[in-house]
């Protein structure tokens, strides 16, 4: 017996994805799918984990929490940059000369990590529950 495994999320989806954007959306879909595929790789994820669970962070501070060289943590910080979810800020310190450069994320990458892959890895037993098929 075949069964139905099309799924409907909250009605009439429209034919182009891209319409499920508001009229004065500040970003494309193109912008939101970048975003994405970069927490996909394992280190920009770890980065912005830290980065939202952490609070503002130095290139340092982030090399040492992730085990990883400077020229590798840059690469990946450039792309969290490039797509919006993390922030470069530069401030001086009190009583310290030139400026320091500290990494936050943004409400996107927030958003993008709590509510997008965090939420999925939070949901992975509700997805056992609903497809293990030693219970049917």
């Known amino acids: 017996m075949a069964t139905d495994q099309t799924r409907t999320v909250g009605g009439?989806?429209?034919d182009d994805p891209a319409d499920l954007l508001p009229e004065e959306s500040i970003l494309s879909l193109e912008e939101y799918?970048?975003?994405?595929?970069?927490?996909g790789h394992r280190t920009r994820y770890e980065i912005l984990y830290r980065l939202v669970h952490n609070g503002e962070m130095s290139p340092k501070?982030?090399?040492d929490a992730l085990d990883i060289d400077?020229?590798?943590?840059?690469?990946h910080l450039n792309k969290l940059v490039d797509v919006g979810l993390?922030?470069?800020?530069?401030?001086?310190?009190?009583?310290?000369?030139?400026?320091?450069?500290?990494?936050r994320a943004t409400v996107f990458g927030e958003v993008t990590l709590t509510d997008g892959v965090d939420e999925l890895i939070r949901g992975e037993q509700a997805f056992e529950e609903m497809y293990d098929s030693s219970t049917a």
């Open 33 to 39: 799918l970048d975003m994405h595929a970069a927490v």
């Open 70 to 75: 400077d020229s590798t943590l840059h690469y």
């Open 61 to 63: 501070e982030l090399e």
């Open 86 to 103: 993390v922030e470069k800020r530069q401030r001086t310190e009190r009583g310290q000369d030139g400026l320091y450069t500290y990494y």
């Open 12 to 14: 009439d989806a429209p």
